[in-house]
């Protein structure tokens, strides 16, 4: 069975910094991986996916991802923080071309 | 805004009592999934459907059922309530439903809250 693992549950950068938000997945297939984004008391919305070809995903709002197969990861990441990135962030990979499969989330805080 | 829409937002209700939770998907997707967001497990698939059939099935409990009706529009019926049951309930779509790669849009969610 598929699975991600999110490797910290809180992360908190000031404003101006780098952001990185790790993602490991478990695969016995090549995976196609997602990170979605969850705004206070609003629903999940797409931030980039990757299927095939080029490693380097760019997303939106400023932030990309890579996907290394040899380590298994898919980490997120923003060169400069914005208070507004201020979410809850989630990895998922995707199974039997179906159901999307969670990792438990990574909460960003972003201080001024 | 995804162009998925749900409702109600919120919902409070008694253990033992049965509610439904409506979605409509955007405009032209055929497949419709949910899902339950709660403390303890986190995001987690539900079901999914397909113009109108069922095409898979996840930690969706006896309890619970869904369908999709030909307007595409489906329903998620929760029954006898538990008090577990309280979470933040996702619909989502998607054009096919069968590509790996294809996008799944989120609606706002329903907060269902059994008291």
């Known amino acids: 069975a598929q699975s991600v693992t999110q490797l910290g549950s809180h992360v908190s950068v000031s404003e101006g910094a780098l952001v990185l938000l790790r993602c490991n997945y478990s695969?016995?297939?090549?995976?196609?991986l997602f990170w979605y984004v969850q705004y206070p008391n609003q629903g999940l919305q797409l931030l980039l996916k990757?299927?095939?070809?080029?490693?380097l995903v760019k997303g939106i709002n400023g932030f990309e991802a890579e996907f290394k197969k040899s380590e298994t990861s898919f980490h997120l990441t923003k060169p400069s923080a914005h208070m507004s990135d201020a979410a809850e962030y989630f990895c998922?990979?995707?199974?039997?071309?179906?159901?999307?499969?969670f990792g438990k989330g990574t909460t960003l805080s972003v201080s001024s | 805004d995804s162009g998925v829409t749900q409702t109600p937002k919120h919902l409070i209700t008694a253990t033992g009592q049965r509610v439904t939770l409506r979605c409509s998907p955007r405009?032209?997707?055929?497949?419709v999934y949910w899902y339950q967001q709660s403390l303890d497990q986190g995001l987690q698939f539900l079901i999914q459907?397909?113009?109108?059939?069922?095409?898979a099935k996840g930690n969706i409990l006896e309890r619970f059922s869904a369908q999709q009706f030909p307007d595409l529009h489906s329903e998620l019926n929760l029954s006898s309530l538990e008090l577990g049951d309280s979470a933040l309930y996702f619909c989502?779509?998607?054009?096919?439903?069968?590509?790996?790669?294809?996008?799944?849009?989120f609606g706002p969610g329903t907060r269902l809250l059994v008291l």
């Open positions: 405009s032209g997707d055929l497949s």
């Open positions: 989502a779509s998607s054009p096919e439903g069968g590509a790996l790669a294809e996008t799944q849009y």
């Open positions: 695969s016995s297939v090549p995976p196609y």
């Open positions: 998922a990979v995707i199974q039997a071309g179906t159901a999307l499969i």
């Open positions: 459907y397909y113009n109108g059939e069922e095409r």
């Open positions: 990757y299927t095939t070809g080029a490693t």
